[in-house]
């Protein structure tokens, strides 16, 4: 036999479990020694997954023969019964060079398609010897557990296709950087002025998918880190048009921060003015790496924030490893605390923790002059939400929002 490999989905797809117990099931049910699902590549048939408790050294996955030499394609175009109880009745099985050499006493054969109605490959079950037993019932009940197997086969290949053409929207993107960046204001409450604003990702290619579905695929092709990276470039190069009184952030995951390329990303120049978002929804693998990283990078004047601050991984334990000089408050701790007394116990806690640790406190996802009346009595810092300014592209963020700052 051949060992052969194509681009079969990952073994961790929790289906190939189901076809795997289907083979077991079918081969138990009929008595047969071997049973096993295949794939037809090219001329071969090439054995996907196998069931043959002792045989391990005779058929395993991976390995294939030629489709002239197997039941196969004479059980497609009808040459062959699916079921064969006795090979030695079947004047062709008994002809075939493969029925002395395995041998074959046995044999049963039920073909996979393709949505289309074309042939994928086999469920089979064989024997070494011939089984009078066997009859059309047996042959029904193989149907089933082929049926589960072809949906699951179906499955993972639909899975797969998608999983390409995601990739290569993907690398489209990357290669001919179809993304823009908008910038939306972060407002001083106290003199209800633009001190910051925070750079968000849009990506142009149609139908829209929202910016996290493209770093999810980023991060499953192992390129999140390079997206990321082209994203903050793209940003900071606003840096230049922007005031010099205002500030900028940009998102980054503990994995890029980890990477050690985000230092060539950064503008030195404008460091001072440059804010570090990191997320509470991803987990900080080592802290002390983390921070080992960014403290020359505070020495020289970056900034860093918690975003999403208390709708995360770890609470507080993060705000207290991340030592921030920013805390975003999550957008769900903002949204009706006007009208909810527990709201603005976390909002009035989460200030009194900023102003002990030195930090800014920016209440995210305002959306009604009640919220923002209530973040303003309870003493937040900052503001960022539709109510304050919608994500827009730079140059309308430079019109009058930013004209006190100017």
Known sequence: MTKISSAWPDPAFPGRHVIQDAL?????????????????LGDRSVFRHVDAPGLEHLIKPGDSMPLADVYCTHILEGRLPELIPDTAAEP????????????????????????????????????PRPNPTLNRRDLETMRVFAGLAARQVNAELEAQRQGQARRAALDAVMQG???????????????????????????????????DKWFRDAAEAGLAVDLELMVIERALAAL????????????????????????????????????????EHAMV???GALQSILAPLKN???KIAADD????????????????????MDMSLTRSLDADPAR???????????????????????????????????????????LLGRPAPLAALLGPALAAAA
Do not use: W
């Open 285 to 287: 693998p080592d802290y």
């Open 344 to 386: 603005r116990a976390l909002a009035s806690a989460m200030t009194y923790y900023a102003r002990e640790t030195r930090a800014i406190l920016v209440a995210e996802g305002i959306e009604t002059e009640a919220e923002l009346a209530t973040l303003r009595s309870l003493g937040v810092d900052r503001g960022q939400g539709y």
């Open 177 to 211: 950087s179809n993304f823009s960046v908008v910038f939306q204001p972060i407002m001083d409450l106290a003199r209800m002025s633009t001190v910051s604003c925070e750079a968000l990702c849009r990506f142009s290619p149609q139908p829209y998918r929202s910016p």
């Open 24 to 40: 077991i099931a079918i081969r138990n049910h009929l008595g047969m020694e071997v049973a096993y699902l295949s794939e037809f």
């Open 92 to 127: 062709l099985a008994r002809a075939l060079p493969i029925t002395r050499n395995v041998p074959i006493g046995a044999h049963a054969s039920l073909p996979i398609r393709l949505p289309d109605g074309s042939p994928y490959g086999m469920f089979c079950c064989l024997s």
């Open 300 to 302: 020289r004047g970056l």
């Open 309 to 328: 601050a208390g709708a995360g991984y770890s609470g507080l334990q993060h705000l207290i490893q991340l030592q921030p000089d920013i805390i975003k």
């Open 240 to 279: 230049d048009a922007l005031p010099q009184a205002v500030t900028l952030s940009v998102n980054a995951s503990p994995e890029t921060i980890l990477s050690g390329r985000l230092e060539e990303a950064l503008i030195a120049r404008h460091l001072p003015r440059t804010v570090l978002e990191l997320t």
